[in-house]
């Protein structure tokens, strides 16, 4: 089991930009990944990072998300730009592929138009 803690979210216009953080002991080891419930819908994936830094893309959202480690401060980044209404919900981090007991509280992201 991980212990991780998304923070980051907030409200933004469409448009902008939002920078999510995932920090835990253990990352550095373990190929993570970041999901997202939208409201109303099942959680999904969104993108996913190596231990060694490869990087991997939900197709749709392939050039606007950037996920990212820093393996100083064991933690992994997702940056968000050109962010649209739909990219609203809950995103959490977790590893690749998800384990059930490492599901945190997650970080909103809320876009307004």
């Known amino acids: 089991q991980v212990q991780l803690v998304e923070s980051g979210g907030g409200l933004v216009q469409a448009g902008g930009s939002l920078r999510l953080s995932c920090e835990g002991s253990?990352?550095?080891?373990?190929?993570m990944a970041w999901y997202r419930q939208a409201p109303g819908k099942q959680r999904e994936f969104v993108a996913r990072v190596s231990i060694t830094g490869v990087t991997a893309y939900k197709e749709s959202l392939r050039g606007r998300f950037t996920v990212t480690r820093d393996y100083d401060k064991n933690t992994v980044h997702l940056q968000i730009n050109s962010l649209k209404p739909e990219d609203t919900g809950v995103y959490y981090c977790n590893t690749f592929p998800p384990a059930t007991t490492n599901w945190g509280q997650g970080t909103q992201v809320t876009v307004s138009s």
């Open positions: 253990g990352i550095n080891v373990r190929a």
